[in-house]
T-cell receptor, first 116, second 111 residues
Framework: DAEITQSPRHKITETGRQVTLACHQT?????MFWYRQDLGHGLRLIHY???????NKGEVSDGYSVSRSNTEDLPLTLESAASSQTSVYFC???????????????FGPGTRLTVL | QKEVEQNSGPLSVPEGAIASLNCTYS??????FFWYRQYSGKSPELIMF????GDKEDGRFTAQLNKASQYVSLLIRDSQPSDSATYLC???????????FGKGTTLSVSS
């Protein structure tokens, strides 16, 4: 069955370290998204991609970067981790090459990141 | 900053009752609206979307949209304890580039 996976599921790191969170989907979806979820803030969009070599900044992109070299993967990199980046990170994907009003986003299981 | 507002709850209803979840949004140009359910410690899952004014029914769930009032709601009939979760309202922005999520309403259904 097609799916979307994230790794690692839990990560503890130290302030200033570079961290990369992996997202891999086998749906063959063009659109991929990264969100963070914090108590009191809900889900906030970090970066998104509509296809290979396409990346776009979301609402809270500072301190994060992504690259899209193939359809299946969209890794999220924290260049220099900060305590404010402690959060649960969700990757999502959807089918079409451009947003469609009825498009369904499928979410991965999430990565819980703690920055000490 | 475009916003999506939801009461955080918790909303408590007895088993078998109707649960009513509400959401307002600020972007008048928004065209598509989504309801996601999220169990504690799990990822969000889509339960309904709506883009036309009026009601849309799917099983025990009914989404209602009123674009003039910038209001979207979700009704859950015959609520079950398994419906206990956080319900996230999401609105597609006018540019069609991103979903804006509300903070979610926690629903508790007691047996």
């Amino acid at each position: 069955d097609a799916e979307i996976t994230q790794s690692p599921r839990h990560k503890i790191t130290e302030t200033g370290r570079q961290v990369t969170l992996a997202c891999h989907q086998t749906w063959n979806h063009n659109n991929m998204f990264w969100y963070r979820q914090d108590l009191g803030h809900g889900l906030r969009l970090i970066h998104y991609s509509y296809g290979v070599q396409d990346t776009n900044k979301g609402e809270v992109s500072d301190g994060y970067s992504v690259s899209r070299s193939n359809t299946e993967d969209l890794p999220l990199t924290l260049e220099s981790a900060a305590s404010s980046q402690t959060s649960v990170y969700f990757c999502a994907s959807s089918e079409t090459g451009a947003w469609v009003s009825t498009d369904t986003q499928y979410f991965g299981p999430g990565t819980r990141l703690t920055v000490l | 900053q475009k916003e999506v507002e939801q009461n955080s709850g918790p909303l408590s209803v007895p088993e078998g009752a109707i649960a009513s979840l509400n959401c307002t949004y600020s972007d008048r140009g928004s065209q598509s609206f989504f309801w996601y359910r999220q169990y504690s410690g799990k990822s969000p899952e889509l339960i309904m979307f709506i883009y036309s004014n009026g009601d849309k029914e799917d099983g025990r769930f009914t989404a209602q949209l009123n674009k003039a009032s910038q209001y979207v709601s979700l009704l859950i009939r015959d609520s079950q304890p398994s419906d206990s979760a956080t319900y996230l309202c999401a609105v597609l922005n006018q540019a069609g580039t991103a979903l804006i999520f509300g903070k979610g309403t926690t629903l508790s259904v007691s047996s």
